[in-house]
């Protein structure tokens, strides 16, 4: 079956770039997503990539995919307190069409 | 521009009481309808989704039901709420013409059942 998984903590110094981290199952993964989730709200579309390509660049957001290895980072660059929250990596399955999350990783930003 | 509204924000119901969860969408049509829910420290669990009016699809067994009485209105409801109904409610859209369109998401409603 299709599987996303993430680290579930990830702690950065104000000003460093932070790396979240993801691995999934699914060949066949047609877009993969990042969404940002703030204490006590709905999720936020951060970015996506399509699975042609390598790399998306977005202000001070990197996409890395790795197909072959099944791998997807989200690279945030001067990384601030405002980017503490819980970011989700999802992905399309190719086989059902439905998005599946990753369980989250909580990025806490310390000065 | 869409926006989604879902109400409440909050909710403390005591264990066998009835729910029900609101969700409107605005700006746009035949949306494509989500509920999930997110049980503290987890991730996020699809529980109905629906392709149109009275077109819903159950992902997994549960105390639970949807509605979509209109096509931008999704109500998620329990005729008696367990105690392992409490958790975080997201409703989401995504555009119908296509699968791969992203999921915008409401604010979320903190159901606690006591």
């Known amino acids: 079956g299709e599987d996303v998984e993430q680290s579930l903590f990830l702690s950065v110094r104000e000003g460093d770039s932070s790396v979240i981290n993801c691995t999934y199952t699914d060949s066949s993964s047609t877009y993969l997503y990042w969404y940002k989730q703030e204490p006590g709200a709905g999720l936020q579309l951060l970015t996506y990539?399509?699975?042609?390509?390598d790399m998306k660049q977005d202000q001070r957001l990197t996409v890395l995919l790795n197909k072959k290895d099944k791998h997807l980072s989200l690279r945030i660059a001067d990384t601030q307190t405002g980017d503490s929250a819980i970011y989700f990596c999802?992905?399309?399955?190719?086989?059902?069409?439905?998005?599946?999350f990753g369980t989250g990783t909580r990025l806490q930003v310390f000065p | 521009s869409q926006t989604i509204h879902q109400w409440p924000a909050t909710l403390v119901q005591p264990v066998g009481s009835p729910l029900s969860l609101e969700c409107t969408v605005e700006?746009?049509?035949?949306?494509?309808l989500y509920w999930y829910r997110q049980a503290a420290g987890r991730g996020l669990q699809l529980l109905f989704y629906?392709?149109?009016?009275?077109?819903i699809s159950s992902e997994v067994p549960q105390n639970l039901s949807a509605s979509r009485p209109q096509d931008r209105q999704f109500i998620l409801s329990s005729k008696k709420l367990l105690l392992s109904d409490s958790g975080f409610y997201l409703c989401?859209?995504?555009?119908?013409?296509?699968?791969?369109?992203?999921?915008?998401f409401g604010n979320g409603t903190r159901l606690t059942v006591t």
């Open positions: 629906s392709i149109g009016i009275d077109q």
């Open positions: 989401a859209w995504s555009a119908r013409a296509s699968y791969n369109s992203p999921l915008h």
């Open positions: 990539i399509f699975s042609n390509m």
């Open positions: 999802a992905e399309v399955s190719g086989n059902t069409d439905k998005l599946i």
């Open positions: 700006g746009t049509s035949n949306p494509n």
